[in-house]
Nanobody, 120 residues
Framework: QVQLVESGGGLVQAGGSLRLSCVAS????????IAWYRQAPGKQRELVAH???????NYADSVKGRFTISRDNAKNTVFLQMNSLKSEDTAVYYC??????????????WGQGTQVTVSS
């Protein structure tokens, strides 16, 4: 069984920074695509950033230049460094990963989410 556990959320003032972490554990074969999504109250979940196994990254226009996604393959961990935070970045942030396992094959997994609140 695979689990994704996020951490690093919290309350920060506008202009501040936070670093989110997501650790994958369990019977992991290969972590392929891994991404951060967020969902603000009353809004749909949206893709924030993703990173492929080779290191290719992509960002939502709203966070380009402010957020950086990175991964530590040896530790099955992905990070989201968030700088110059704005009130509109307030949301629950979720980690999503496409993982290959012997039992389940290739499928997507979600973490439980971590709250980020930016006060203006």
């Amino acid at each position: 069984q695979v689990q994704l556990v996020e951490s690093g959320g919290g309350l920060v003032q506008a202009g501040g920074s936070l670093r989110l972490s997501c650790v994958a554990s369990g019977s992991i074969g290969t972590i392929n695509h891994i991404a951060w999504y967020r969902q603000a109250p009353g809004k749909q979940r949206e893709l924030v950033a993703h990173i492929l196994s080779g290191g290719t990254t992509n960002y939502a226009d709203s966070v380009k230049g402010r957020f950086t996604i990175s991964r530590d393959n040896a530790k099955n961990t992905v990070f989201l460094q968030m700088n110059s935070l704005k009130s509109e970045d307030t949301a629950v942030y979720y980690c999503n990963a496409v993982i290959s396992t012997v039992v389940a094959g290739i499928r997507g997994y979600w973490g439980q989410g971590t709250q980020v609140t930016v006060s203006s």
